[in-house]
């Protein structure tokens, strides 16, 4: 079991277990960005992915919603 890479607050190193395909832990996963590693890059692109795909869900969401309101009204 890898350790994390992650710094704590008083700059120790973090002594939780890493993140399967990370070198970081849920907690210090934020500190991966900018380093530009592949574990880093990669988290980000899924990270994003996630995103895009929760603002694709709520416009959809909202576009469905004014299309009902507008057939209810006539």
């Not at 190193?13 to 380093?35: D, E, I, M, P, W």
């Not at 990270?47 to 309101?69: F, R």
């Amino acid at each position: 079991m890898d350790r994390c890479h992650g710094k704590t607050k008083s700059g120790t190193r973090c002594k939780r277990a890493v993140r399967k395909g990370s070198r970081f832990c849920a907690t210090h996963a934020s500190q991966s960005q900018g380093l530009g590693d592949a574990d880093a890059a990669g988290e980000t692109s899924q990270e994003q992915d996630s995103l895009d795909t929760l603002i694709i869900l709520a416009v959809a969401g909202a576009v469905l919603y004014v299309l009902l309101t507008l057939r209810r009204l006539t």
